[in-house]
């Protein structure tokens, strides 16, 4: 169970690329893909929420 | 976890207005976390605004909600706590609208020690109608009314709220997010009229007219130009130079507004 890959929900309507998540992401998991932001490495994900605490836009959700 | 923000949101409101990377959204996210920490329940709670970017704000929460006239949310808001002094209030608005058009209004109500919660969103500018420069804009700084360099001194928020009588007067940031819901939190657990400045970054009237690349860069000088109170302590003057702390910078017991108002009309009736 331990290492379970989280769920990272993007929520492509809210989100506006504005690259604090993919910039503040300590394991380089994100990134911009055309307007909006993607998940490029799901496996490298450490679950420390930095990316949906920051997002002004509650477009990102992480479940662990 | 993912924290379940909808509950507390409108439906179908958004996305919010702000432009990309706007720190307002990341101020209403720590909003949302510490009124969910304080259990405040919607219909007993009212999120009162003026007008600006900031200003918009109560239009996202599912509470009692008055976006109100430039400036004015103090008023409103004091007419709200005194008709319904069991109610929790919280004003949210910008620099321009609390500490230009607003400033009168901001300063008694520090004065007053009203019991509500007032959070200030200084991006250092009048992000709604261009970039004007605010009275929170630095000396030489940039804005579409200064663009020589603003040659005022800005106020200090904070100390502006402590001189004027505020008895909890807290600083946060938008890099700093982890930190905001726990500072509103306090300030909204605090009997009296607490103040809460977050430091925030507004790229596009601010950031592009100061010579910064990114949101990013705007970020990551909030950082940088911070230092907690308690580390402050042990910082010496020139460690300091140039830092604006963060924190709980004051808090005071003092008899509340609305409970002196009571005792007035207690006065009042029994010498009839
Ligand atoms: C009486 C009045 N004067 C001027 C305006 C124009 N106005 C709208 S928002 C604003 C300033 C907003 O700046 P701030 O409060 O710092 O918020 P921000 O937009 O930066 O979030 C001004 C001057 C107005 N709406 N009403
Ligand atoms: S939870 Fe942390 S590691 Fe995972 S994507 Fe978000 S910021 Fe990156
Ligand atoms: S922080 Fe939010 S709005 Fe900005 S790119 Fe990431 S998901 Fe999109
Ligand atoms: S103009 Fe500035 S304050 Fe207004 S929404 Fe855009 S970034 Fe935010």
């Given at each position: 169970?331990?290492?379970?890959?989280p769920t990272?929900?993007?929520?492509?309507k809210?989100?506006?690329g504005c690259y604090i998540?993919?910039?503040?992401?300590?394991?380089?998991?994100?990134?911009?893909?055309?307007?909006?932001v993607?998940?490029?490495?799901l496996?490298?994900?450490?679950?420390?929420m930095?990316c949906?605490?920051?997002c002004?836009?509650?477009?990102?959700?992480?479940?662990? | 976890?993912a924290?379940?923000y909808d509950?507390?949101l409108?439906?179908?409101?958004?996305?919010h207005?702000?432009?990309?990377?706007c720190?307002?959204?990341?101020?209403?996210?720590?909003?949302?976390?510490?009124i969910d920490t304080?259990g405040l329940k919607?219909?007993?709670t009212?999120?009162v605004s003026?007008?600006?970017?900031?200003?918009?704000?109560?239009?996202?929460?599912?509470?009692?909600?008055l976006h109100t006239?430039h400036?004015r949310?103090?008023?409103?808001?004091?007419?709200?706590?005194?008709?319904?002094?069991?109610?929790?209030?919280?004003?949210?608005?910008?620099?321009?609208?609390?500490?230009?058009?607003g400033?009168?209004?901001f300063?008694?109500?520090c004065?007053?020690?009203i019991?509500m919660?007032?959070?200030i969103?200084?991006n250092k500018?009048?992000?709604?109608?261009?970039?004007q420069f605010?009275?929170?804009?630095p000396t030489?700084?940039?804005?579409?009314t200064t663009?020589?360099g603003?040659p005022d001194p800005?106020?200090?928020?904070?100390k502006?709220?402590?001189?004027a009588g505020a008895?909890?007067?807290a600083?946060?940031?938008?890099?700093?997010?982890n930190?905001?819901?726990?500072?509103?939190?306090?300030?909204?657990?605090?009997?009296?009229?607490?103040?809460?400045?977050?430091?925030?970054?507004?790229?596009?009237?601010?950031?592009?007219?100061n010579k910064?690349?990114s949101?990013?860069?705007?970020?990551?000088?909030?950082?940088?130009?911070?230092?907690p109170?308690?580390?402050?302590e042990?910082?010496?003057p020139?460690?300091?130079k140039?830092?604006?702390?963060t924190?709980?910078?004051y808090?005071?017991?003092k008899?509340e507004?609305?409970?002196e108002?009571?005792?007035?009309i207690?006065?009042?009736?029994a010498?009839k």
């Amino acid at each position: 169970m331990e290492n379970k890959l989280p769920t990272i929900e993007i929520i492509e309507k809210y989100c506006k690329g504005c690259y604090i998540c993919v910039e503040f992401c300590p394991k380089q998991v994100l990134e911009i893909k055309g307007f909006v932001v993607s998940v490029k490495n799901l496996e490298a994900c450490i679950k420390c929420m930095q990316c949906e605490l920051r997002c002004p836009d509650f477009a990102i959700k992480v479940t662990a | 976890m993912a924290f379940d923000y909808d509950k507390y949101l409108r439906p179908n409101k958004l996305p919010h207005i702000w432009c990309p990377g706007c720190g307002h959204g990341i101020v209403m996210k720590g909003l949302i976390r510490a009124i969910d920490t304080c259990g405040l329940k919607k219909e007993d709670t009212a999120i009162v605004s003026g007008i600006g970017c900031a200003s918009r704000l109560p239009g996202y929460l599912d509470f009692c909600t008055l976006h109100t006239a430039h400036g004015r949310a103090a008023a409103f808001a004091t007419g709200v706590k005194m008709a319904r002094p069991e109610m929790n209030v919280i004003l949210v608005g910008g620099d321009g609208d609390g500490t230009a058009i607003g400033g009168n209004h901001f300063i008694h109500a520090c004065r007053r020690n009203i019991n509500m919660t007032y959070i200030i969103m200084n991006n250092k500018i009048y992000g709604m109608t261009g970039g004007q420069f605010s009275p929170a804009t630095p000396t030489g700084d940039k804005a579409s009314t200064t663009v020589y360099g603003n040659p005022d001194p800005a106020f200090d928020i904070a100390k502006l709220a402590i001189g004027a009588g505020a008895t909890f007067v807290a600083r946060g940031t938008a890099f700093h997010a982890n930190q905001i819901d726990k500072l509103i939190a306090e300030a909204i657990q605090h009997k009296g009229f607490s103040v809460v400045e977050i430091l925030d970054d507004c790229p596009t009237t601010y950031g592009r007219r100061n010579k910064f690349k990114s949101v990013i860069e705007m970020m990551n000088h909030l950082k940088e130009t911070t230092v907690p109170v308690k580390a402050a302590e042990k910082m010496s003057p020139e460690q300091l130079k140039g830092k604006v702390l963060t924190g709980v910078l004051y808090k005071e017991e003092k008899p509340e507004y609305t409970e002196e108002y009571a005792k007035v009309i207690q006065r009042a009736q029994a010498a009839k």
